[in-house]
């Protein structure tokens, strides 16, 4: 919810679009909290590591660049509608994974 209240936010710094090593550091950690989470998924699934890290790696990857080169085109013009939709579909994916586990949804 934080994302779609933080983008309504007239008064919110302009970014300078770098990255520090401190944010750097901290968004390695938190990809690497859920990498971790998936890898003792899949050894409990027994899965082939290698096949599956490899398609992860690259669709991943794919991803990324994709996300990078849409922000470049569209950049700050769109920056608010950006964050809102961001945060509303934060909350439909988990309102859908909370009423799957709830058992209100079919998985």
Known sequence: MDIFWESREED???SSGSLNVK???MLSVATSIDALAVGITFAFLR???L????FIGIITF???VA???????FGMKYKSGAEKAGGVILLL????I????LGVLAV
Do not use: Q, R
Not at 51 to 54: D, E, F, G, M, V
Not at 67 to 73: A, S
Not at 98 to 101: F, K, N, Q, T
């Open 12 to 14: 919110c710094p302009a």
């Open 23 to 25: 944010n750097m550091f």
């Open 47 to 49: 899965v082939d590591i």
């Open 51 to 54: 096949p599956a890290a490899s």
């Open 62 to 64: 794919l991803f990324s």
């Open 67 to 73: 996300g990078v080169k849409m922000g470049n085109i």
């Open 93 to 96: 994916i988990g309102t859908k």
């Open 98 to 101: 909370l009423l799957e586990h």
